[in-house]
């Protein structure tokens, strides 16, 4: 795939919703709301609204511009700054193909829910439903390929006419529908108290673990240091829009996502007082639980399972898409081509980390089963890490003042700061806590 041509974006909207999907995921629906109920409730948001707008946006636009002037992937964005840089963006695609074939998992979960919310009622025990489900050793599975094979038929029609199409049916719909739900909701009645503690900032509350988490959520809620802003910035045509005017809606919409998530399910939760558990627990159980107890639950628990799916969709293909974009780079494969191959090699290794919850279960490294490994090595270890070397290749080797974000000279200025101290810094000790240092 050369530069003269690669493919394109078809539209600025295009674009701005496609990289928008690709940060709003489950770690908007269901990591915000729980992380920020263990971290104090509005202090929190506070903290998270901050780092959005400092840390995350110059990891967007740092990662968007590399891609923009590069018109590569990951790996050959890097080899651009230096040759010798070409790992931190092999780094970068690692990181997406581990990531997909266990988040393909958690996706053919929630289509397997969307099936099974009608018969919500009839559910007597929601924790044990759950667990004989994912335990299953052909249910999750069937629903995993259907999952993937979907996300995988996006990517292989392409740029415009795949991912681009996709983006701008989904990313309305699932908006549209976050609304719909949040307003039956707000209509409970102790709706109030859980607004209340979700934007009410109780200082007294305000800890280093809390600057820590909110900064941790924001680095992994907009999806940097997996290569996907590179990849969908090599794919924009060259003098037709700014960095800043492109990726701005990006963090914006990851947050406002997260709010109507946030406004979503705290009312829901403390009307029915229940608790609000991390994991699985909470999209697979407690959710559930409150839509069987309210009038038109099925209704609106399809409405809730329909935009879990669409939130990660956008996800999976921009994972895929990273991973498919440097195999046609760098080894010259078509996209077709390279879409089936690597999809192969998620089909066998989603199949070993599904059964990982029951045939598989006994299979244990450190302690772990294959799916808490998967999981652990990308969060705690390959995101943060790619992300502190992203901030050092573009902060420190390059100089990001050659990447030309802003025309204001002051906000350039507070740009190069950002991606030269603030951002690595901040991505060390999450770096550091990720993997028990600190």
Do not use: H
């Amino acid at each position: 795939m050369t530069e003269t041509t690669r493919a394109s974006w078809g539209s600025k909207i295009g674009v701005m919703l496609a990289a928008a999907g690709s940060a709003v995921g489950l770690g908007n629906l269901w990591r915000f709301p729980f992380c920020t109920a263990q971290n104090g409730g509005g202090t929190f948001l506070l903290i998270y609204l901050i780092c959005s707008f400092t840390i995350g946006l110059a990891l967007v636009f740092a990662e968007a511009a590399l891609g923009m002037k590069t018109k590569s992937d990951p790996t050959g964005a890097f080899g651009w700054i230096s040759p010798r840089l070409k790992f931190i963006g092999g780094l970068c695609v690692f990181t997406s193909a581990i990531i997909l074939p266990y988040y393909s998992v958690v996706g053919g979960w929630i289509l397997a829910y969307i099936v099974k919310v009608f018969s919500l009622s009839s559910i007597v025990n929601f924790e044990t439903a759950f667990s004989d489900f994912s335990s299953s050793p052909v249910q999750p599975l069937i629903f995993f390929y259907i999952y993937l094979l979907g996300s995988a038929a996006v990517v292989y029609f392409g740029i415009q006419n795949g991912i681009e199409k996709f983006s701008k049916i989904m990313m309305p719909m699932l908006f549209i529908l976050l609304l719909i739900l949040m307003g039956r909701v707000l209509m409970l009645d102790k709706a109030w108290e859980g607004i209340k503690f979700f934007f009410a900032p109780d200082f007294s509350k305000l800890t280093g673990e809390t600057l820590m988490n909110a900064m941790g959520q924001v680095f992994f809620s907009i999806s940097v240091g997996m290569g996907i802003y590179i990849t969908y910035g090599s794919y924009v045509k060259e003098n037709t829009v700014t960095v800043s005017q492109l990726m701005w809606p990006v963090i914006f919409l990851d947050v406002l996502i997260s709010l109507l998530a946030g406004l979503t399910v705290f009312p829901a939760v403390f009307s029915f007082n229940v608790p609000i558990n991390a994991g699985p627990a909470l999209i697979f159980i407690t959710l559930p639980q409150i839509f069987a107890s309210i009038p038109f639950g099925q209704f609106f628990g399809l409405i809730f399972f329909i935009i879990l799916l669409g939130a990660a969709a956008t996800s999976s293909i921009s994972l895929l898409e990273v991973v498919v974009t440097c195999l046609c780079d760098q080894i010259k494969m078509t996209r077709q081509k390279a879409v089936i191959c690597f999809t192969s090699v998620c089909l066998i290794i989603g199949t070993l980390v599904s059964l990982s919850f029951g045939r598989l279960s006994g299979f244990k490294i450190g302690g772990k089963i294959l799916f808490d490994q998967f999981d652990f090595l990308a969060s705690n270890v390959l995101l943060p890490l790619g992300g502190f070397l992203t901030c050092v290749a573009i902060g420190w080797i390059l100089g990001p003042e050659k990447l030309v974000v802003f025309q204001n000279r002051a906000l350039q200025k507070s740009f190069e700061f950002c991606i030269k101290w603030l951002a690595p810094a901040s991505i060390l000790l999450i770096l550091f806590k990720s993997i028990n240092l600190i």
